[in-house]
């Protein structure tokens, strides 16, 4: 693997490799996800035309958000290191008929190849798993088009999160496998802007992102003290004729 495919933990990579067979069980081990697609898809869809769009979608695991991208008419790529994930995505793919171009690749080397294609990345439940969530957002940035958004899901580091996310869904109603998420490894919006700024793009949102487990539904909120989504634009800097 080149130096740029090596930002992960295969610990990582293994804990949702394991998962894989369930991916697409709506009350298995990702049954969250399957109430928080909906709402990730909603937030998307109302910043971008998706239809024609070009659309990457970076830590894609099973092919959720991708599916769901593509069946509202974007071309997409989705990218993941877990070569399980991958499997299952395109398996089910084929199954319902819905077409994404599914790849075992790292961010940062598809952004050495493909530079300024895409009209929209999203990179959802990724950031909080990798050693240099930097590095991610920086290689998302090189990826889209002047003008072109970023989106991004991630845990705030906060005594909210550890009792809700970690305690919570991994301990008390087990709606996560345990050892799901590190809580050194939440990211504060204030950080997550801050990496965004160095990549070049501009923030222009941040909603929570709200999942209520009793009724298993998910939806946006105020609260950001959680979940939070974040959408964010390369700026389009002129050109001289």
Wanted: hydrophobic share 45%.
């Amino acid at each position: 693997m080149s130096a740029a495919s090596a930002n992960f933990r295969q610990s990582e990579l293994d804990k949702f490799a394991a998962l894989a067979n369930r991916w697409w069980d709506p009350d298995g081990p990702q049954k969250p996800l399957h109430a928080l697609n909906p709402v990730r898809l909603g937030y998307v869809a109302e910043r971008v035309t998706l239809d024609g769009a070009r659309v990457l979608d970076v830590g894609c695991g099973g092919g959720l958000l991708s599916e769901a991208l593509a069946g509202a008419g974007a071309q997409v790529t989705a990218i993941d290191l877990a070569e399980d994930l991958i499997r299952v995505a395109a398996l089910h793919g084929r199954e319902s008929g819905v077409a994404v171009d599914y790849r075992v690749q790292s961010v940062e080397a598809l952004a050495e190849d493909e530079a300024g294609r895409y009209d929209a990345v999203t990179c959802m439940e990724m950031l909080e798993h990798v050693p240099d969530p930097g590095a991610i957002l920086d290689a998302c940035a090189r990826l889209l088009k002047p003008g072109g958004r970023l989106f991004v899901s991630t845990l705030n580091r906060t005594p909210a999160a550890f009792a809700l996310a970690i305690v919570g869904a991994e301990y008390v109603a087990r709606l996560l496998p345990r050892g799901t998420h590190r809580y050194e490894d939440f990211i504060r919006p204030s950080e997550l802007a801050a990496w965004l700024r160095g990549s070049g793009l501009a923030l222009e949102d941040v909603s929570g992102l709200v999942y209520e487990p009793w009724r298993n539904r998910a939806r946006l909120g105020r609260r950001t003290d959680v979940n939070y989504v974040a959408c964010a634009r390369k700026p389009v800097t002129e050109t001289s004729s």
